[in-house]
């Protein structure tokens, strides 16, 4: 052999060497969700820390930074307020910060960071992927955030940004099945990745026996996650008054934030004569691992969901979060959530506005609940092993 063939053999190796040992920086952000986030730290972000020669940093909204022994850095954003112009600063930090961290990869979870993380795709390379845990379109027409007249403006636009920049994704991570026939722009470029639910390490395995039986005097009950008329946080304190003036065991703990103040104020009031509805959070935001304790504390979790186009065809987290704990379940009926309830002998389905007290006590009092234990099914590792096949083929 030549010495120059030698020379680039040896050139050859030594850069498939270094290809090898280069890390992937991975960059996840938000907007609104804090940077501790269970969906960006919990389950993507800690999944992909685990993958060797990977680098994990996660932006997003202020909060309390965790203590980890993952390889990832925190980058809290600026504090700001949800409708205020600080909202458009954050596009001017997040370029600073790409600019700074040079990813090969960026996984944004908002629409607000598209285009500028496209602009950078354009000017420095790497893959994006968009992880969709809403349907904008459907929820800002559907829902009442904004007036009758901006909400389409603003559920238009937001749509235009997503087709535009959709030849620019990579991959699409979906929170939701139903995003997969709900919007028209992901061009078989996606993965379905539930809100499945992933213990962390300092929790405890729950010791419950089953099949689950409910004790006769003491019921606690728990509405847990986001505080919000739509989700049914009043159906749940209806709920509690009157299972409590039938028997007087039976509590309620609603542990979450709540966005809007109005909204919370309301609830105060309504709770204020009320000793055995406990308010956890409210004004705060609440760490995830404390919400996990009261499920695991709890005997019923409450997911009184009322009826709307944007969340019928969604599985809410904490539904995954009850089961998995095995942790019984009062459902608003939903045909989309009935069937998962029912495999599992999970809970019981009802109307939160028609129900008859007494007749639902005597229902949880004779119930056997998880007949067969917890399903496996509930967990993050079902969607894990799918994010991993993902990136293997993609770096």
């Not at 112009?85 to 990869?105: C, N, S």
């Not at 790497?126 to 904008?136: H, P």
């Not at 739509?230 to 934030?257: D, K, N, W």
Request: charge should be positive; aromatic fraction near 14%.
């Amino acid at each position: 052999m030549s010495c120059s063939s030698y020379m680039r053999v040896y050139s050859w190796r030594k850069s498939s060497r270094f290809s090898l040992m280069k890390k992937t920086r991975i960059l996840l952000s938000s907007v609104l969700k804090p940077v501790n986030d269970t969906r960006m730290f919990e389950k993507i972000g800690a999944t992909l820390a685990r993958l060797p020669h990977t680098e994990v940093h996660i932006a997003g909204f202020p909060g309390e930074i965790p203590s980890t022994s993952e390889r990832i850095t925190f980058h809290p954003f600026h504090y700001f307020k949800r409708i205020s112009w600080g909202r458009i600063k954050v596009q001017y930090q997040y370029w600073q910060l790409l600019r700074q961290l040079r990813p090969q990869l960026l996984i944004i979870s908002t629409h607000e960071l598209l285009f500028i993380s496209i602009f950078y795709k354009l000017l420095y390379s790497g893959k994006i992927w968009y992880d969709v845990r809403e349907n904008y379109f459907l929820n800002l027409t559907t829902q009442n955030t904004y007036s009758l007249f901006s909400k389409y403006i603003v559920a238009y636009i937001v749509r235009m940004v997503e087709y535009l920049t959709s030849p620019f994704i990579n991959y699409y991570l979906l929170a939701e099945r139903s995003y997969a026939t709900e919007l028209p722009f992901l061009k078989n470029k996606y993965i379905v990745l539930e809100n499945k639910f992933k213990p962390s390490k300092s929790s405890v395995p729950t010791n419950k026996k089953f099949p689950v039986r409910l004790n006769s005097k003491k019921v606690k009950m728990l509405y847990s996650g986001t505080i919000s008329e739509m989700y049914g946080i009043f159906e749940a304190v209806e709920l509690a008054r009157q299972l409590h003036q039938q028997h007087p065991g039976f509590s309620l703990t609603i542990i979450g934030y709540c966005a809007f103040p109005a909204t919370l104020q309301k609830l105060q009031f309504f709770i204020q004569d009320k000793p055995y509805i406990t308010l956890i959070g409210g004004d705060q935001l609440v760490p995830h691992q404390q919400v996990i304790q009261h499920i695991q504390q709890s005997d019923v979790g409450l997911l009184p969901y009322q009826p709307h186009p944007s969340t019928f065809n969604c599985t809410p987290t904490k539904l995954f979060e009850y089961l998995a704990n095995g942790l019984p379940v009062l459902v608003q009926q939903n045909p989309y959530w009935a069937n998962r309830v029912h495999q599992y002998q999970a809970g019981i389905n009802l109307n939160f506005r028609t129900f008859n007290a007494q007749d639902l006590i005597e229902q949880l009092q004779k119930k056997a609940f998880f007949p067969r234990g917890i399903p496996t099914e509930m967990f993050w590792e079902t969607e894990e092993s799918k994010l991993i096949q993902l990136f293997t083929i993609s770096f």
